[in-house]
């Protein structure tokens, strides 16, 4: 799910995350001195500048509520579209006045809960938003994204409450939006996409926004049914509409790879490996090409480099990614099931099923998967990968 998805690591946890790393990771050092390591935003860029400007106010003002709330937000949704979890930790330090606090004001609450979210502290978020709602029972946001974490979790009863709410705080296509969100993960798919479909067809003047994450939503329902077609239309608009969000990227990239066009993942993403999910795409599709040997090393070479790093920091976000990563890539199933198991306890769409019953077939260890069979059958899910690897599974 969109909006607010982005995505603490205990001692055990991070025992377990070494499964798959060295117990002493080498800091990352280029190949040569010429290698690009970063891109940094542009000095002259304007929203860099105003980016800049809020923070010298906020510096001379730093209990300044609006103004510090303002900055937050700028820092999240910059966050969001460049996949940069920099402008999330820049976000949390302008709410430092009031970050450690029981209780803060509501916006710094309500943005609080979204950065714990964002780094799966998905207990103290939903906190958060119980005391925000406490205060505030008609904050649609604060609904909104208690929905979205409860998706993420699998308690499709309590998003479903909770996208209930929005239907008379905020417009028809953001509650019906939640609502399919939550009826595509629990097998009412085609239901959902055909009410979501209709309410986005009469949604004229709907922020782009907000088109951009329902036709997202009916691009995931169409390929998780297998209707390629109808899936490929709905991404394309999207991306017509949002070319460089990031989540859409890589979503269309697994579209484009499970049907065998890495050519096309290319184009898309070459430019854009300063993001770890689009990297790994990147490298997927370099696998599917012929004479790339070279090109594919480098870029496995980067990408261990950088998972190191985040086991380092205790960064357990992209546990998905890593388990596809080194299923696909380092073809150590053993070690991919690993994380998929570590990422199933933290969150379970429909991409984390995939990954854990993926890892888990390779692997031939049928026992290892029974929490996501289970979880399959119980949610009647109508996803005909996840299914397809049940069979798979099964059958071993």
């Known amino acids: 799910m969109k909006p607010d998805s982005i995505f603490r690591c205990s001692v055990a946890l991070l025992a377990a995350c070494a499964l798959t790393a060295p117990a002493s990771a080498a800091p990352y050092i280029p190949a040569y001195g010429s290698q690009v390591v970063e891109t940094l935003p542009r000095r002259g860029d304007p929203v860099q500048q105003d980016l800049h400007r809020l923070r010298a106010d906020l510096n001379a003002r730093p209990d300044d509520l609006a103004l510090a709330t303002n900055l937050a937000r700028r820092y999240i949704a910059l966050g969001r579209s460049e996949t940069d979890p920099r402008y999330l930790g820049y976000a949390q330090a302008a709410l430092a006045p009031w970050w450690r606090m029981p209780a803060p004001p509501v916006p710094v609450r309500l943005l609080r809960a979204t950065l714990l979210q964002s780094s799966h502290h998905f207990d103290a978020a939903l906190a958060d938003l119980d005391g925000v709602l406490a205060a505030d029972p008609n904050n649609a946001q604060a609904w909104l994204t208690r929905a979205t974490v409860l998706t993420v979790r699998g308690d499709y009863a309590g998003a479903t409450a909770s996208c209930a709410h929005l239907s008379n705080l905020s417009n028809e296509l953001v509650a019906i939006t939640c609502i399919a969100n939550v009826g595509a993960a629990t097998g009412r798919s085609l239901k959902s996409d055909q009410l979501l479909d209709l309410t986005l067809q009469r949604s004229t003047g709907a922020p782009q926004d907000l088109n951009v994450w329902a036709l997202t939503l009916l691009a995931e329902m169409a390929t998780r049914r297998g209707d390629a077609v109808l899936a490929e239309n709905r991404y394309r608009r999207a991306l017509a509409l949002s070319p460089r969000d990031s989540y859409l990227q ?116 049928d026992a290892a998967a029974k929490p996501a069979l289970d979880w399959l059958a119980a949610k009647h899910s109508d996803d005909v990968t996840a299914l397809r690897l049940a069979r798979q599974l099964k059958g071993i």
């Open 250 to 365: 890589a979503a269309y990239a697994d579209f484009l790879l499970a049907h065998k066009r890495p050519a096309e993942v290319i184009a898309m993403v070459k430019d854009e490996s300063r993001i770890d999910a689009l990297l790994l795409r990147h490298a997927l599709a370099l696998q599917q090409m012929p004479n790339q040997s070279a090109a594919l090393a480098s870029d496995t070479a980067e990408l261990a480099a950088r998972f190191n790093a985040a086991m380092q920091r205790g960064d357990t976000v992209h546990q998905r990614e890593q388990a596809a990563f080194e299923l696909y890539l380092r073809h150590d199933p053993k070690a991919a099931l690993a994380l998929a198991k570590l990422n199933w306890a933290v969150q379970r769409e429909a991409a984390d099923v995939q990954i854990y019953l993926a890892s888990a077939l390779a692997a031939q260890d």
